[in-house]
């Protein structure tokens, strides 16, 4: 892989390469969709799957501008299981939204349901909320498999944590899926590309039938962007913090799909 700001990234031939965790304006990115699909076609990106929290936009535009670029867009959605401690799910290939709030158990089986693939989001963060811990992603597998887990992401984790993730995988592997890398971009260009999925293949159904084959592989280092200037950092905490949570106290987001039958 090649690596640089303003150098595109590379796959062997008869790989694709996909972003499978990004944010825009519809939540707490700092992009609006098409603007994120410009920036993915920049630096040689195949698929970008958008998966804004608890919502999923009208992505009409930015699916026809990836496709005047060679970028397919997938529609997906990072949803919040209940509180304590709001896991993260994401859900890719949804055409619905899924309901915020619900369990772990519950929110896999709504992505399920509608036809998507649910994926356990930056797993092992040191935080209460949002991220899952080894203890309750064993929970979850004895119960339910999921379809892949994002063993390299660019949350902020403890030294060792990858070496424990790495062994959590080798563990559970038959349960948790497909091994995938996720920048979880909320910047655009100033941060997509740092962590990123190679499948077999190059448009979306290839990465949908990759994660369902366990064929991904995690890479890092690919992409170094310039990094969003602090303005633009603090109006995302704002945007996440406070006008999030806003928009899910109104009603604007958070609603959809759950469980068929319940």
């Not at 608890?54 to 005047?68: K, N, R, V």
């Not at 997938?74 to 309901?99: D, K, N």
């Amino acid at each position: 892989m090649k690596q640089g700001t303003d150098a595109p990234v590379r796959a062997a031939e008869g790989l694709g390469i996909a972003e499978i965790h990004a944010h825009t304006l519809a939540s707490d990115g700092m992009v609006s969709a098409v603007e994120l699909v410009r920036a993915a076609a920049a630096i040689g990106l195949d698929v970008l799957c958008i998966t804004d929290h608890d919502t999923i936009s009208e992505l009409g535009p930015a699916i026809e501008a990836g496709a005047a670029r060679g970028v397919e867009v997938v529609r997906g959605e990072e949803v919040t299981a209940s509180f304590p401690p709001g896991i993260h799910i994401v859900g890719l290939f949804l055409e619905h939204q899924i309901r915020m709030h619900m369990s772990v158990e519950d929110t896999v089986d709504a992505i399920h349901d509608a036809g998507g693939l649910a994926v356990i989001a930056h797993p092992f963060m040191p935080t209460w909320f949002a991220s899952i811990t080894p203890g309750r992603a064993r929970s979850l597998l004895e119960s339910r498999p999921v379809d892949g887990i994002e063993l390299r992401h660019t949350a902020p984790v403890l030294p060792r944590t990858w070496r424990l993730l790495d062994g959590f995988y080798a563990e559970h592997r038959d349960r948790l899926g497909a091994a995938l890398g996720a920048g979880d971009s909320h910047f655009g260009a100033h941060d997509l590309g740092r962590v990123l999925t190679v499948f077999p293949g190059k448009g979306a159904a290839d990465l949908r039938r990759a994660i369902e084959g366990q064929t991904t592989t995690p890479i890092t280092g690919s992409v170094s962007p310039s990094p969003p200037p602090i303005r633009m950092r603090l109006a995302q905490q704002y945007r996440s913090m406070v006008w999030l949570g806003g928009e899910r106290r109104a009603g604007r987001v958070g609603g959809g799909a759950g469980p068929v039958g319940r």
